[in-house]
């Protein structure tokens, strides 16, 4: 009986790459790229997204990747949500939020409705005019936006978020280019991008685009992501504000970069 249960164990682990559809080499890739891109997320408020999706959609097709990137930060959404939700600036993240999420399901069907090639072709450029994005100048001192800006950030953060699992670069560029202090920058984005990973997860599930598979690696993918995510919030206090900014625009033109090297090969 102690050699069957033995067994048994054993098949479950080799079955386990075959559940998630990975190889072991492939995971450990996979794990490393989440971990990094947590580790950007912690440190800078965003980013994870835009470098994990054009990461994963080397090992996976870009649609799946998109899901599976949702579905992480849906699950390190709740981690130091309290806090982020105290730092942030409610008068303008409470309404992008709510509008991203209601515009997240027209990204997601538009991803559904095209092909890998378009999608992969969409990403990267959503990516490198993320970080195009930064170079504009900042506001003057006081600036407060509008009904307009704030409306538009939210609908196009949405929309990319369902597309591309990208709801960055429309709030990126609206709260950077504010003279406001990098911790109410940051959580902001991370209470937004908390809102739009539900609305995400809750779409892709009615489109039938979430599979059991991604959410099974997703959990399997959250011990890097929360170790990455830890050590970048840890390090963000100390770093100061010109030098957080200059990360900002690095890790977006590395993430432009790959997605576009990605698309040429």
């Not at 997204?49 to 994963?56: G, T």
């Not at 992969?120 to 900042?138: D, E, K, S, T, Y």
């Not at 953060?157 to 911790?183: D, N």
Request: charged share 10%; proline share 7%.
């Amino acid at each position: 009986m102690a050699c069957q249960d033995g067994s048994e164990s054993r098949d479950k682990v080799i079955d386990l790459p075959h559940l998630v559809d990975l190889g072991p080499l492939t995971f450990a890739a996979a794990a490393a790229m989440t971990f990094g891109a947590a580790l950007v997320r912690g440190l800078t408020g965003f980013g994870m997204a835009i470098i994990l999706v054009p990461l994963l959609g080397m090992i996976v097709t870009p649609g799946e990747a998109v899901v599976l990137g949702i579905i992480l930060q849906l699950l390190i959404g709740p981690v130091g949500l309290r806090r982020i939700m105290a730092d942030g600036d409610r008068q303008s993240a409470v309404p992008i939020a709510l509008l991203a999420m209601l515009a997240t399901p027209i990204g997601m069907i538009a991803l559904k409705a095209v092909t890998p090639d378009v999608a992969r072709l969409l990403i990267a450029a959503v990516a490198i005019g993320a970080f195009l994005i930064l170079f504009l100048p900042q506001h003057p001192d006081g600036h407060r936006p509008g009904p307009v800006a704030i409306g538009l950030t939210g609908l196009s953060s949405g929309i990319l978020t369902g597309f591309a699992a990208m709801p960055g670069p429309p709030v990126v560029p609206f709260y950077l280019r504010q003279r406001i202090a990098p911790a109410v920058a940051r959580a902001s984005m991370m209470t937004i991008f908390f809102a739009t990973a539900i609305a995400g997860t809750l779409a892709s599930l009615w489109l039938g685009l979430a599979t059991h598979k991604l959410f099974v690696l997703a959990v399997l993918l959250f011990v890097p992501m929360w170790i990455g995510d830890h050590l970048g919030t840890r390090a963000f206090g100390r770093v100061p504000d010109h030098i957080w900014r200059s990360i900002v625009a690095i890790m977006l033109g590395a993430a432009g970069l790959s997605a576009l090297l990605r698309l040429l090969n």
